[in-house]
C-alpha cells in the first residue's frame, strides 16, 4: 500500500487539526518507537504554526519525545479506528505497538519520527521546550515544520471526504468514537 | 424557552470537550460582557479538570477574562451555527456581541458570566494565572469549577443526539462546519 500525499502549506496546516479529530502521536529515540492516541491535541497559531498535546508523564512516548524533541501527528481514518483503540490498550514499553497493532509506517520529510499510513493527514512537530508546561501539566508545545495530506480528502485547504472508511474521526470514551459528520455552510448576516 | 439542564460530575467533564467541538468563550467584568466562538479549546486534565484555551491578545474576551479571572465554554447546538458564526464577525468593544448575534444567555452556577442558551452543555471554568502561556502563546489554562449538560443530548457519561439540529458542532474555515457524526463502537482485540 503507498499512502498518497501532498504537502499542505504549513500557514495552513492548523486546518487540518480544527475541527478536534484523533490524532496518533508517534515518536522515536535511538532506535525506539511508539504510537499513541490522543485526542487532547489543537492548533495553538497560525504562521509559523504551532500544536499542544497532553502527554502523560508516565508514557513511553513521553520519554521518547523528551529525548528527541520531535514528535508527529498521523489523522487517522476510521477504517483503522480499531487499530488506534488498540494503541491505547498497552504501553510501548512491553511491545512495539506498531507491530501489536498492525499500524503501519512510512518516513516523514524533517524529522526522524515514523508516520502512520491509512492516515488523512500528517503533521510533523518539533518541541518548543517549555519545562514548566511540560512537568505540570504534561503539555507539550510544538512547531509544525511539514505538513501532508491526502489529496482524496483534503486540498486547497478545505476537507471533502469521498465515504465513511475515509472521514477523520473523534473519540469519546470507552472505544467510542464519532465519525467527522457532514459538512455545511452558514453565510455571515 | 426554558434550557434543560442537568450537572455533570467534575472528573466526568472532560468528556463534554473529549470529541473537539466548537465552543462558545463567554466573559464578563464589571456589568460588560462578551461572547466569542473557539475552535482551539480542550481538556487538560481529568481530576480537579481542567481546559486550555486560545485567546488572542488583542480582543475583547481576552480583557475581560483577565479582569475577572473567570470564563464559561458553551457548546452550541448546530441550530444555532449562524449566530456562532456572526459572534466571530465583530469585535464586543463595538456592540453588545448577545445582542448584536441573538444568543440568549442564563446565570452560572459558580460564576459571574452568563452561559449561552441552546447549547448542548456547559462548562463554568475559573483561570489558573499563567502570565508566561497567556502572554507568549495567547493559552490560557482553567480550571473546571461546574459543569451542565442537557438530558436530551448527554447523559451517563456519553452523548446521544437524538436529531441533526440538537448535533454540537466542528469548524472547518471560512463559514464551513461539520456536525459531530455517526457514532460507532470498536472492541479492544
Known amino acids: 500500500m503507498h499512502d498518497k500525499r501532498q504537502p499542505v502549506e504549513l500557514a495552513k496546516s492548523y486546518l487540518l487539526l480544527n475541527h478536534g479529530p484523533v490524532a496518533l502521536v508517534s515518536s522515536a529515540s535511538h532506535g525506539r518507537r511508539n504510537v499513541m492516541a490522543a485526542s487532547w491535541v489543537m492548533p495553538l497559531d497560525f504562521d509559523p504554526p504551532k500544536v499542544v498535546v497532553v502527554v502523560d508523564g508516565r508514557s513511553y512516548t513521553r520519554e521518547l519525545i523528551e529525548a528527541s524533541g520531535e514528535f508527529a501527528l498521523s489523522l487517522p481514518f476510521r477504517r483503522i479506528a480499531n487499530k488506534v483503540l488498540a494503541a491505547g490498550s498497552i504501553s510501548g514499553r512491553e511491545a512495539d ?93
Open 97 to 189: 505497538k506498531f507491530a501489536h497493532t498492525g499500524l503501519a509506517t512510512f518516513p516523514a520529510g524533517q524529522i526522524g519520527v515514523p508516520l502512520v499510513r491509512d492516515c488523512a493527514a500528517w503533521l510533523e512537530c518539533k518541541v518548543i521546550p517549555e519545562k514548566h508546561n511540560q512537568q505540570r501539566y504534561d503539555l507539550f508545545i510544538a512547531e509544525v515544520v511539514a505538513a501532508w495530506a491526502d489529496p482524496a480528502v483534503f486540498s486547497e485547504g478545505r476537507w471533502h471526504f469521498p465515504d465513511s472508511a475515509r472521514r477523520t474521526i473523534h473519540y469519546q470514551a470507552g472505544g467510542s468514537f464519532f465519525e467527522t459528520g457532514r459538512a455545511f455552510e452558514c453565510a455571515n448576516e
